[in-house]
């Protein structure tokens, strides 16, 4: 039985997060993000009858934390450390001679557009979107393989763009280009969780081979074969590969699109890929994430342990949120065990300094639930007086992704120590309690609730 990528993670997904599979045609221009977005992005949905195409397509898979803690062999208590540790216990690929996504390879005639259902998102988009491919390199420097999602623009035939802005990356395809020297790309569909969530690491923190990594989290190699056209391995299990290359001669316009915060981002020149090659399996199902929603949950678990690294150099922590709403990027919340009156200031600073995607970060003490929206406000509105916790860094750095950075190209900072006061003063602030309330069985006195 297969133990990694997409098909491994079906049955589970059926058994356990009731797996919508819909067999009415639904269509890919607007009609399945609809879908997705109805269903707030958190629901796995198989689109059986796809308009136009026979392919089906997969959605909603990484929208879910306990899904993906689940599914990645861990809990919300366990997590950070676990995704933390695997940085440290990297395991190789395992090279595998033959795999089921070299079933079907084409090389001629290859038209994307055609081969797959490519969905589109937004009224204003540029095109049609590979939204949830995994892709491949080399480091031509040092070897190392790295992944990361990128969006990748339809512009007809074999010609696909890539929106790539993560500085590492840019900086291989700048230094390419300056060697006149074109780079080999493969993109994946139909991954597992531990690929996504291996993807989001970033490389110019960690510098890890991200296949190593990958091993690292699943406990065990993943099994790769090699492409058809490059010089490059893949995941033998995922549904789809799509080879080619990176010319350093061609750009093309990319863009609109509806970014992560549901904004149009901006439009810009952006490198191409010719494909040479389309491997899949038999039956392929097309993975898809709808963008700004679901799909950015991978890369918040990934800040939440750079959240708590840093913040943990400073004060103990004891749970972290880089929160969904603000896209898993802007806003954290960090419960944290307060021992000295500075901590929470602190711990905002630290945690400010993670990324400088982070605008507002609140510290709360650890009798509040990051993940509770109502226990973090409840905290904001009870131990909080602006004047003397709330605090602005005005211009600093941030990101394009953030529509008001792009007034003046910085961001504020903001950070709020929702922590009580330490000793005497604190004693106001504990909460009240009701004895008894962990033993109290409801079905006892409602037993068909
Ligand atoms: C669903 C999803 C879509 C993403 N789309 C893009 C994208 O289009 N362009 C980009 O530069 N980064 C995108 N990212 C973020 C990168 O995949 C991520 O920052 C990754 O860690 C970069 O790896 P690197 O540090 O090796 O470059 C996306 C992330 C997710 C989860």
Known sequence: MEKQMLRACLGKLRDQYGLLECNVEADPKFEIGGILEKLGNTTPVLFNRVKGHKMPIIGGMFGDREMFYDFTGTTREERIFKYMNAVNRTIPPRLLSDGPVKENIITRNIDIGKIFPLPTFHELDSSSFITAG?????DPDDGKIYTSIRRFQFNGGNNISALVTSPFLSDKIKQARAQK?????????GYDYYFCLASQLGSDLYGVDKYDYDGGLRGEPLDV???????????????????????????????????LMGYYGSVAKHPVIRVSAVMHRNQPIFQISAPCKEEHLSNGLIRDIEVYAHVSRIVKVKDVNVTIGAGCRFHAVVSINKKSPGDGKAAAIAALGSSKDIKHVVIVDDDIDVFDPGDVEGAIAARVQASKDVFIIAGANGTGLDPSHLLEMTSDKVGIDATKPLGELGKGFEKARIPGYESIDLKKFFPNL
């Open 225 to 259: 074969v090699k492409c058809h056209t490059i010089d490059l391995e893949v995941p033998a299990y995922a549904e789809i590969v799509i080879e080619g290359v990176i010319p350093y001669n061609e750009e093309v316009t990319e863009g609109p699109f509806g970014e």
């Open 181 to 189: 020297k074109n780079l080999e790309v493969a993109v994946v569909l």
């Open 134 to 138: 995994v892709m491949v390199v080399r």
